[in-house]
């Protein structure tokens, strides 16, 4: 009787120790299924700043400037010659044409640098007794030239106006430069930057966190550059033009969408 009864302790200490055993196998469970929930609400902010589905995304605009000086000068010149005929028009003015050309080329400006962008022959006509009356023709050709030394280049534009004379105008001036994409990545660079300090402001102040950059895209679109009519330049008597090319300034535009997570 003794045996059993020590038989049935033993048991029973088994079993107590199979459930003990098991409730701590349960409990370790239970911690590993927070640990996995917290790991996967850590996870969640990234999961929302995303670029795709409905995740919130911030949009943001930057403005940017670069400045230089230029090193490129275009000029335009009109020549224009009248005659009593068409083709007596068009000779004269091809031979001033020839002479600005030669006055160009000994300034140093190669051929490949003027173009023709311009030729007009018109009919000319006069009232004395209120019925028009053709008393002529007049030819006007126009050409740009490209002056790559713009500390030379009012001397070029002098001797153009005094090879030619009267029949010379200076229409317009403009500077440019040789190598624009410094200038131009400068005001790029410049607009980016401003459009990410804005972006983290914004989101600071909704408390929210910058997730990645969605799209950033160039708004600005080529323009004109600073150019400036003179006919000052007109007539024999002109003297060498004192040209300041001065500052120039390229500004640029960008639009940057970032995804926002929490």
């Known amino acids: 009787m003794d045996e059993q009864q020590e038989a049935g302790r033993a048991g029973s200490g088994h079993r107590t120790f199979l459930v003990i055993a098991l409730a701590a196998g349960l409990v370790g469970a239970a911690g590993l299924g927070v640990a996995l929930t917290g790991g996967a609400a850590a996870s969640s902010p990234v999961a929302l700043a995303s670029c795709t589905g409905s995740a919130p995304h911030l949009t943001v605009e930057g403005t940017g400037q670069g400045s230089g000086t230029p090193d490129v000068l275009s000029a335009v010149f009109g020549f224009s010659t009248t005659a009593s005929s068409s083709a007596a028009a068009l000779s004269q003015n091809n031979t001033e044409v020839a002479l600005a050309l030669q006055a160009l080329t000994a300034n140093g400006v190669a051929t490949r640098d003027?173009?023709?962008?311009?030729?007009?022959?018109?009919?000319?006509?006069?009232?004395?007794h209120g019925v028009p009356t053709l008393v002529g023709y007049q030819a006007t050709e126009t050409i740009t030239?490209?002056?790559?030394?713009?500390?030379?280049?009012?001397?070029?534009?002098?001797?153009?106006?005094?090879?030619?004379?009267?029949?010379?105008?200076?229409?317009?001036?403009?500077?440019?430069?040789?190598?624009?994409?410094?200038?131009?990545?400068?005001?790029?660079?410049?607009?980016?930057?401003?459009?990410?300090?804005?972006?983290?402001?914004m989101a600071a102040a909704a408390g929210r966190k910058l997730g990645p950059v969605c799209s950033l895209t160039d708004n600005t679109q080529p323009t004109g550059l600073q150019s400036f009519g003179s006919d000052a330049a007109s007539g024999a008597s002109a003297t060498a033009l004192p040209l300041e090319p001065g500052t120039q300034i390229e500004s640029d535009q960008v639009t940057m969408v970032y995804a926002l997570g929490r």
């Not at 022959?121 to 009232?127: D, E, F, K, P, R």
């Not at 001797?159 to 990545?185: C, E």
Request: glycine share 6%; no cysteine.
């Open 145 to 201: 030239a490209t002056l790559r030394k713009p500390s030379t280049a009012g001397t070029a534009i002098d001797d153009v106006v005094n090879a030619t004379g009267n029949a010379a105008q200076v229409n317009s001036l403009t500077f440019s430069f040789g190598h624009p994409a410094v200038v131009q990545d400068e005001a790029r660079t410049a607009a980016v930057h401003q459009a990410v300090a804005h972006a983290e402001a």
């Open 114 to 128: 003027t173009q023709t962008t311009g030729l007009n022959l018109s009919a000319q006509y006069a009232s004395p």
